[in-house]
């Protein structure tokens, strides 16, 4: 089972140190430093190989029609596209499927299968710390993401309900996750956006934090505990709404293609893996 630990200069909060009155068991931090933050909701993906996700905590959309982004991909949520992989993490798969293929997408017979995830009437939260620990997939035309979605959505539509993108990231810029805030007179292409460059190797080469720090008025951005991005309603465009000041609730997925990525080509290989480690929400001190 995974532990929520932080590191410290001569020590670490995962001490094996006892004290009075407190299971020895349990980690206990040293004198005088704060306890580990503690999530009011998580999934740490613990569970047999081959285990389905936790649908007490997340919801899948299914099918092919693009959504929103010309994407080449059907959703399912068939174990060879979404499990758990026995070793503590959710695998989300992005396969390549025999031609003529069994799914129908909106430019004809489906060429991928992959998964989304949302916790959509499971879960949602006004401000707070949300983050997860990644490795991102790998290869031209494939785009995962982290990122969240106003409750709102059916309500008022998309963008007036909201969109964080906690991380995205795209197989041609390998070095590059971006984070991005989408609202009424700033979505799609004109999203607020900045992308942070891995200073070496790619981001498919290892597990990485992504997470924002989300307060009244003000969206920060971190990747592995740096902050990168920031963003408060002065930074909006003329005329653009300020409209993070109600629930959203999380989304995980796997795309393959789309207007922003392009399309896989020659050297893309399948499948590709969106490996998750965790996601965890916290309060926001």
């Not at 089972?1 to 094996?16: D, E, I, N, W």
């Given at each position: 089972?995974?532990?929520?630990?932080?590191?410290?200069?001569?020590?670490?909060?995962?001490?094996?140190m006892a004290s009075p009155g407190v299971?020895?068991?349990?980690?206990?931090?040293?004198?005088?430093?704060?306890?580990?933050?503690?999530?009011?909701?998580?999934?740490?993906?613990?569970?047999?190989?081959?285990?389905?996700?936790?649908?007490?905590?997340?919801?899948?959309?299914?099918?092919?029609?693009?959504?929103?982004?010309?994407?080449?991909?059907?959703?399912?949520?068939?174990?060879?596209?979404?499990?758990?992989?026995?070793?503590?993490?959710?695998?989300?798969?992005?396969?390549?499927?025999?031609?003529?293929?069994?799914?129908?997408?909106?430019?004809?017979?489906?060429?991928?299968?992959?998964?989304?995830?949302?916790?959509?009437?499971?879960?949602?939260?006004?401000?707070?710390?949300?983050?997860?620990?990644?490795?991102?997939?790998?290869?031209?035309?494939?785009?995962?993401?982290?990122?969240?979605?106003?409750?709102?959505?059916?309500?008022?539509?998309?963008?007036?309900?909201?969109?964080?993108?906690?991380?995205?990231?795209?197989?041609?810029?390998?070095?590059?996750?971006?984070?991005?805030?989408?609202?009424?007179?700033?979505?799609?292409?004109?999203?607020?956006?900045?992308?942070?460059?891995?200073?070496?190797?790619?981001?498919?080469?290892?597990?990485?934090?992504?997470?924002?720090?989300?307060?009244?008025?003000?969206?920060?951005?971190?990747?592995?505990?740096?902050?990168?991005?920031?963003?408060?309603?002065?930074?909006?465009?003329?005329?653009?709404?300020?409209?993070?000041?109600h629930p959203f609730f999380l989304l995980?997925?796997?795309?393959?293609?789309?207007?922003?990525?392009?399309?896989?080509?020659?050297?893309?290989?399948?499948?590709?893996?969106?490996?998750?480690?965790?996601?965890?929400?916290?309060?926001?001190?």
């Open positions: 089972m995974k532990r929520f630990c932080f590191a410290l200069a001569a020590f670490t909060a995962c001490s094996s299971d020895p068991g349990e980690p206990v931090p040293p004198a005088g430093v704060p306890p580990d933050p503690v999530p009011f909701w998580s999934d740490e993906f613990e569970g047999p190989a081959g285990t389905s996700f936790d649908r007490s905590k997340w919801t899948a959309d299914t099918g092919g029609n693009g959504f929103g982004n010309q994407e080449r991909q059907f959703y399912t949520t068939l174990a060879e596209n979404v499990a758990l992989d026995g070793n503590g993490n959710l695998v989300i798969t992005a396969r390549a499927e025999p031609q003529p293929s069994a799914y129908a997408c909106w430019y004809g017979s489906c060429r991928y299968t992959s998964a989304r995830l949302k916790t959509k009437g499971l879960f949602a939260r006004t401000y707070g710390r949300f983050e997860a620990r990644i490795r991102v997939p790998r290869g031209q035309g494939i785009w995962p993401a982290f990122w969240m979605l106003g409750t709102d959505i059916d309500a008022v539509g998309w963008p007036a309900c909201g969109e964080i993108d906690i991380m995205e990231h795209i197989g041609r810029e390998p070095a590059i996750a971006y984070g991005t805030l989408h609202g009424p007179g700033y979505s799609g292409a004109q999203g607020i956006s900045r992308g942070e460059r891995l200073a070496g190797g790619n981001y498919a080469d290892d597990f990485h934090i992504f997470a924002v720090s989300w307060r009244p008025n003000e969206i920060r951005w971190f990747i592995d505990g740096r902050q990168y991005h920031r963003l408060t309603p002065a930074d909006l465009p003329a005329g653009g709404k300020w409209v993070f000041d995980l997925n796997l795309a393959v293609g789309g207007a922003w990525p392009g399309d896989p080509d020659a050297s893309t290989t399948f499948p590709q893996q969106l490996v998750v480690d965790y996601v965890r929400a916290y309060p926001d001190p």
